[in-house]
């Protein structure tokens, strides 16, 4: 799960870019699981379930709802530690959305003005053009500013736009059922109560088992 950090926005002659007030930053490391057990695959059935959860939490909270943990765990036959983490996932997808979106008003409105400024002191000859360019961008301003509280969030959406290609549905049910989660508490180790990873070297190079209620799930190569 990714944390919050706070960020500044730096603007130079050349460039504007983004970039951490912290001086040091989480690490997250990816990797693939492999030799799956049966009970591994049994498991990982269970992320269609969490990701419907998952977007069902963030409707909710992009409406003003407040969920009913229990009736949602029961309806999607979850314990409430998965609920916990879809919970915390939609409202890091939530804020990302919103962020996204002030980044790219500020990105419009940067535009325009440049657009303005060459609207009136660029070639006569360029004018009806750059009008209409202006105009386009204040559409997508306009546009942007609607959706300011409520940006629109769309899981498999490169997939969904991809309709006109062979096999379109199934990498856009796959893009809507990716991932699966179990949140932990500060004082466990190795994952918690759930899943747990352990930790073994070969050759000098970390694998992890990776287990779920003490059955080996599949093997995790960093």
Known sequence: MAKTIDIRKITTSQCEYYESTAT????????????ITPEGRTLLLERRP????????????????????PALCAAFNLPARMYN????????????????????????????????????????????GRVRKLMRLYKQQKKLLARQDRPPIHFGRKF?????????????????????????????????????LKTLYVDGKPIFNLYHSGKLMGVHHA
């Open 160 to 196: 969904f736009h991809d309709q006109e290609k062979a096999g379109w549905k199934k990498a856009y049910d796959e893009a809507r059922s990716d991932r699966i989660g179990c949140l932990g508490s500060a004082d466990e180790t190795a994952g918690n109560s759930t899943f747990q």
């Open 50 to 69: 969490f990701c419907r959860l998952l977007r069902k939490l963030v409707k909710l909270r992009q409406s003003g709802e407040i969920p009913d943990k």
């Open 85 to 128: 983490t879809a919970k915390v996932a939609a409202e890091g997808i939530i804020l990302a959305a919103k962020e996204s979106q002030k980044a790219a008003l500020e990105n419009i409105e940067y535009n325009i003005n440049r657009q303005v400024v060459e609207v009136f002191n660029g070639p006569y000859q360029e004018q009806p």
């Open 24 to 35: 040091r930053l989480p690490e997250t490391f990816t990797g693939r699981l492999k030799g």
